[in-house]
């Protein structure tokens, strides 16, 4: 497996799913592709509302209390990938790879760069001219920052990763300081290239390029992530 890996993908769509299962999930399938037990991931799905403050959060870039987010029904976690404080919830395409970096000559910039290529391609895909800006964080159209990348690796295996707003509800956005960006705006896909599409549409350009981008041929869709978790590893127990 290990010779293949670069070409092997297992491909699982979440659907619209809570975070703390999906990030518990991610972090299974790391420990099984740190054990060479399954080839590369890619998850892709939509979060129920939530705020995630990563390892260089700054605490005043969440604007409200924790006890207003539960009473707006927002979970909030601080997790480890690397960033700031963002917003994930319904509206947005999210994918998450799990991948063996040391297949890639462990070069964590590199990789980053590559998901920002993917982030662009599916945006000019859509008809808009995407890009990154100099300083900051995330992708960028018309000095709107639609979307936010963030990752982390353990063992050399890496989980986390990209968002792409498609039609999210602004009004989410001003509970916090995205990414702790303040002078440029959040924007939507919706909003920007006034076509209404949805999360899942984009998700799936999303996975194909990022299929393009990595070089992957072999791609496995998997329909029960949770049997597919089971089946690879050596306890039964799977919550």
């Known amino acids: 497996m290990q010779g293949s890996a670069l070409k092997q993908l297992i491909h699982a769509n979440l659907g619209r799913a809570k975070y703390e299962p999906t990030w518990n999930i991610q972090k299974k399938l790391v420990d099984l592709r740190y054990l060479f037990k399954i080839p590369d991931c890619l998850l892709v799905c939509e979060h129920y509302p939530v705020i995630t403050m990563g390892r260089g959060t700054e605490k005043g870039n969440l604007l409200v209390s924790e006890e207003s987010l539960r009473e707006k029904g927002i979970e909030l976690f601080e997790i480890e990938r690397g960033g700031d404080i963002t917003f994930h919830g319904p509206g947005q395409a999210v994918i998450y790879p799990i991948i063996n970096l040391k297949d890639r000559n462990g070069d964590v910039h590199k990789y980053l760069r590559d998901l920002e290529r993917v982030a662009v391609q599916t945006l000019e895909d859509i008809g808009l001219k995407a890009g990154i800006k100099e300083g900051l964080t995330g992708i960028w159209v018309d000095d709107h920052k639609v979307g936010a990348i963030g990752i982390a690796v353990s063992r ?71 049997d597919y978790i089971k089946k690879h590893s050596d306890s039964t127990q799977f919550d």
């Open 156 to 226: 050399w295996i890496t989980y986390h990763g990209l968002a792409l707003n498609v039609s999210t509800d602004p009004d989410y956005f001003e509970l916090i300081n995205p990414c702790g960006i303040t002078e440029f705006p959040v924007g939507s896909i919706t909003e920007l290239s006034g076509q209404e599409l949805s999360a899942d549409f984009v998700g799936n350009l999303l996975v194909e390029n990022f299929v393009d981008e990595f070089g992957y041929n072999n791609i496995e869709r998997v329909e029960n992530l949770s």
